[in-house]
T-cell receptor, first 113, second 113 residues
Framework: GNSVTQMEGPVTLSEEAFLTINCTYTATGYPSLFWYVQYPGEGLQLLLKATKADDKGSNKGFEATYRKETTSFHLEKGSVQVSDSAVYFCAPNSGGGADGLTFGKGTHLIIQP | EAEVAQSPRYKITEKSQAVAFWCDPISGHATLYWYRQILGQGPELLVQFQDESVVDDSQLPKDRFSAERLKGVDSTLKIQPAELGDSAMYLC???????????FGDGTRLSIL
């Protein structure tokens, strides 16, 4: 089955700092890759996705590139804000008809003003 | 507010009792998923439906858990009997089709006493 390794945390940064959250995965087949975010007191929200090698997903200033050769999908943002404080989950799907997501443990991001 | 509806939001029950969760997916979404999220971890897939058929229930503890989606719309997840280790957030998600982004409900938080 699939597995995901991502930075745990908490990761604490100052506002306007550059953010990288590393994610590597193992998967059978050819998965699509997703980043989900969970803000305090809220449910999981899709942040961005990529469906094939070298695709770049982007949303709200966040970006991640599907790197098939390194099986990675690192999340980046050039200048974080306090409102980005949340838990971030990397998740490949199974790439076939049974396409449930395999989530990492999540990275708790804290942005200080 | 999430578009995938789940109820109840919270459930407290004693071990050995039966408990049931309900999910109403986004209208028109053929694929429905149930996940379990233990505090501090990422969600784990329990079961996936395509319309009324089970696509993947390999991680569902079938001795005590059951899930159904009789008319291919809403779904019920049941635990009988509940155990202390079942305390978790139970999340429902839906997607338009296979390999499309999954949209999550706010979940049901289950506490077993």
């Amino acid at each position: 089955g699939n597995s995901v390794t991502q930075m745990e945390g908490p990761v604490t940064l100052s506002e306007e700092a550059f953010l990288t959250i590393n994610c590597t995965y193992t998967a059978t087949g050819y998965p699509s890759l997703f980043w989900y975010v969970q803000y305090p007191g809220e449910g999981l929200q899709l942040l961005l996705k990529a469906t094939k090698a070298d695709d770049k997903g982007s949303n709200k200033g966040f970006e991640a590139t599907y790197r098939k050769e390194t099986t990675s999908f690192h999340l980046e943002k050039g200048s974080v804000q306090v409102s980005d404080s949340a838990v971030y989950f990397c998740a490949p799907n199974s790439g076939g008809g049974a396409d449930g997501l395999t989530f990492g443990k999540g990275t708790h991001l804290i942005i200080q003003p | 507010e999430a578009e995938v509806a789940q109820s109840p939001r919270y459930k407290i029950t004693e071990k050995s009792q039966a408990v049931a969760f309900w999910c109403d997916p986004i209208s028109g979404h053929a694929t429905l998923y149930w996940y379990r999220q233990i505090l501090g971890q990422g969600p784990e897939l329990l079961v996936q439906f395509q319309d009324e058929s089970v696509v993947d229930d390999s991680q569902l503890p079938k001795d005590r858990f059951s899930a159904e989606r009789l008319k291919g719309v809403d779904s019920t997840l049941k635990i009988q009997p509940a155990e202390l280790g079942d305390s978790a957030m139970y999340l429902c998600a839906s997607s338009l089709a296979e390999n499309r982004p999954q949209h999550f409900g706010d979940g049901t938080r289950l506490s077993i006493l």
